[in-house]
């Protein structure tokens, strides 16, 4: 059974930092994309951040440059390491992994439950 618990949201003032983690169980890092995914009230869920098998990173464009998405395979744990944030990415923030080494946004079958961020102006 596959499970992946986010930890590292809360409220922060824009311009600060969060780093949210994903522990992974019954799924191993090394051998899926793995990605960050976020939900804004009344918004649809967006993809925006992943990895692949060989570390390489895709970013949505309304995070790139800010968020930067790593991965522990050792550890089995995915990291988003949030800089510079805006009230705009206030949101519920989800861990997924992919079907495979390579995955497009609508390739994530595994989710975990999400952890909050709130940005404050």
């Known amino acids: 059974q596959v499970q992946l618990v986010e930890s590292g949201g809360g409220s922060v003032q824009a311009g600060g930092s969060l780093r949210l983690s994903c522990a992974a169980s019954?799924?191993?890092?090394?051998?899926?994309?793995m990605g960050w995914f976020r939900q804004a009230p009344g918004k649809e869920r967006e993809g925006i951040a992943g990895?692949?098998?060989?570390?390489?990173?895709r970013y949505a464009d309304n995070v790139k440059g800010r968020f930067t998405i790593s991965k522990d395979n050792a550890k089995n744990t995915l990291y988003l390491q949030m800089n510079s944030l805006k009230p705009e990415d206030t949101a519920m923030y989800f861990c997924a992994a992919g079907r495979g080494v390579l995955c497009e946004w609508g390739d994530y079958i595994y989710w975990g439950q999400g952890t909050q961020v709130i940005v404050s102006s």
């Open positions: 019954g799924v191993t890092y090394s051998n899926r994309c």
């Open positions: 990895i692949d098998t060989l570390g390489s990173t």
